[in-house]
């Protein structure tokens, strides 16, 4: 069977994407991993299918670990299969389409030059990156002429130097940089690191002044799952398409993007035209606790709850009968009301949060979420609990039965380098958090105190929440009484 690439398209396609090899490269893409490919490049796909995006892409790697699917994009001379499959409204949706917005994909360990002809090119307008947090963090590098630059931001601060001496630091020059990197502030981190390493490499203050000046570096906050390479319906699409496609991937149909700048210049990049969910929005915060709050939120409410009770993927546990409705009760009669910002919107997105939760084509672990769990609950859950003795009002039953669960959840022995936990059933599992934080939690365990002790115990640990929760009145009791409840029921 053929593999897809510009042989493969029918007419319509191969004259769009010839298009995009006659267009100037205006996006550089620092990434070549499934979720841009899944989110802004779909995106741009979409624009440039309603006559939006008249520009193209170039694609490289932030590592040398991602040469491979550098070449195997190039192999498919960038071209590439997304299938979106989910739920929209209650119906089930799969849609699959062509992507064909890159017009050139290339490794810059072995063609550096190429990226400096990129960085000197004055059709260049955008640079979009998702090289994970870890990616987005500065490390000591020196300079060299000629040598690539390791770190994705030091790439950064060499690219815009080279722009910067080959336009003579031109007031129009100056970039627009999109990191996607899951990172709060995502832009202003990538501004620093820039200006760290211009800093190191003693590089001219005129430059300096005009990467202040002249670039935007604009934070976002992106939202969607994407999926990657579905292995076990590959090879069904393929006989059926007549064509193979190592590069496919599959998204769920829900996307946003908020990018905090002026909506003017959605003039520039018209996401929001193509009817695409992209905001151009003054502040970020809302968006941000938002997501966290209910979505994250949510992920970490169920979490412990379902996974002592037997349970293994996010779906299962919404569509549970009890935990269902547990899940969706504790998100719009206790989540909700503690987050301050429209409550019709808050509605609004966690309705969508469901369907997202309840995606029949995503198997999402809750083992998976279930990673540092104790942090996870100190920033998502734990203000959302606090809002509500803070303003004199009575705990929040689901949100505090969730804390209990964690608990128990964290109830744990060290077997080695790990600790291993119980199901209410006795099923052993294993926990992966902080070593130093089990640590301690599982010694509050092991000195076999009452109930009502341990838990007493464990809320008054501040390096775990951040402050003595054995100090809200109520709580160490009303936990210690659903951990009890969940012991005594499993033995029935």
């Known amino acids: 069977m053929k593999t897809l690439n510009r042989n493969s398209l029918n007419e319509s396609e191969r004259s769009q994407f010839e298009q995009t090899l006659a267009a100037p490269v205006t996006v550089l893409q620092i990434g070549e991993g499934n979720f841009l490919r899944g989110f802004v490049d779909w995106m741009l796909q979409r624009c440039r299918d309603q006559g939006l995006f008249h520009g193209s892409v170039a694609v490289t790697q932030p590592r040398p670990s991602g040469r491979a699917k550098i070449e195997a994009l190039a192999a498919q001379d960038g071209i590439y299969t997304l299938v979106t499959r989910g739920l929209e409204n209650g119906?089930?949706?799969e849609r699959k389409e062509t992507i064909s917005v890159f017009a050139e994909a290339f490794d810059p360990y072995s063609d550096w030059p190429r990226l400096a002809s990129l960085a000197e090119s004055p059709d260049l307008r955008f640079?979009?990156?998702?090289?994970?947090?870890?990616?987005?963090a500065y490390r000591p590098e020196p300079y060299e002429e000629g040598k690539p630059i390791q770190s994705f931001p030091g790439k950064i601060a060499w690219l815009l130097y080279r722009r910067y001496v080959a336009f003579g630091g031109a007031a129009d020059k100056g970039l627009i940089f999109l990191p996607c990197e899951l990172l709060e502030r995502n832009g202003d981190e990538l501004k620093r690191c820039v200006l760290r390493y211009s800093e190191d490499w003693a590089l001219p203050q005129a430059f300096r002044d005009w990467v202040e000046a002249r670039n935007r570096f604009l934070n976002s906050l992106v939202d969607r799952i994407v999926t990657g390479y579905p292995a076990d319906q590959a090879d069904a699409w393929f006989a059926e398409w007549g064509y193979e496609d190592p590069l496919l991937n599959t998204a769920e149909p829900y996307h946003f993007w908020a990018i905090e700048a002026e909506p003017e210049l959605g003039g520039e990049l018209p996401l929001g035209q193509a009817g695409l969910n992209v905001k151009w929005v003054s502040d970020l915060k809302p968006y941000q606790l938002r997501k966290v709050r209910i979505l994250n939120g949510a992920h970490t409410l169920m979490t412990p709850l379902a996974l002592l009770h037997g349970l293994e993927y996010v779906r299962e546990t919404m569509e549970d009968s009890r935990f269902g409705p547990f899940v969706k009760e504790a998100v719009e009669r206790e989540i909700v009301p503690a987050v301050p910002l429209p409550e019709?919107?808050?509605?609004?997105?966690?309705?969508?949060?469901?369907?997202r939760f309840l995606n029949p084509f995503i198997n999402h672990r809750l083992s998976d979420i279930a990673m540092n769990s104790l942090s996870k609950f100190r920033t998502r859950v734990l203000p959302s609990l606090l809002h509500y003795p803070e303003r004199g009002l009575p705990l929040p039953d689901r949100i505090v039965r969730s804390l209990a669960g964690l608990l128990r959840y964290c109830k744990a022995e060290r077997e080695g380098e790990?600790?291993?936990g119980r199901t209410l059933k006795g099923t052993a599992y294993t926990l992966r958090d902080d070593a130093a934080l089990l640590g301690t939690v599982a010694s509050v365990w092991a000195e076999g105190l009452p109930l009502e002790g341990t838990v007493g115990k464990l809320l008054a640990l501040s390096e775990i929440w951040g402050t003595d929760l054995s100090a809200v009145e109520g709580l160490a009791e009303k936990a210690a009484r659903y951990i009890r409840e969940m012991e005594e029921a499993s033995d029935e």
């Not at 979009?128 to 987005?136: D, P, R, W």
């Open 127 to 136: 640079v979009v990156s998702n090289t994970t947090e870890a990616g987005l």
């Open 344 to 355: 019709e919107e808050l509605t609004a997105y966690a309705a969508t949060t469901y369907e």
């Open 418 to 420: 790990e600790f291993r």
């Open 91 to 93: 119906e089930k949706v």
